[in-house]
C-alpha cells in the first residue's frame, strides 16, 4: 500500500505480494486494467 492517510489508514494497493523464495518477495505493479476491475466491481457492473 502508498499514500496511506495516518487518520483514516486509508491507502491505495500498489501491488499483490507473492513470495518468490530464497527470502525474496515480489509484487508486481497492478495494471490499468486491474484499476477498472477494481471499479467495476465496487459499482456491481461488468
Avoid at 2 to 28: C, F, R
Amino acid at each position: 500500500m502508498t499514500d496511506i492517510d495516518p487518520a483514516t489508514g486509508l491507502g491505495y494497493l500498489t501491488a499483490v505480494e507473492s513470495g518468490a523464495g530464497n527470502g525474496y518477495v515480489v509484487g508486481p505493479p497492478l495494471s490499468a486494467e486491474s484499476e477498472q476491475l477494481y471499479e467495476a466491481a465496487d459499482r456491481g457492473t461488468r
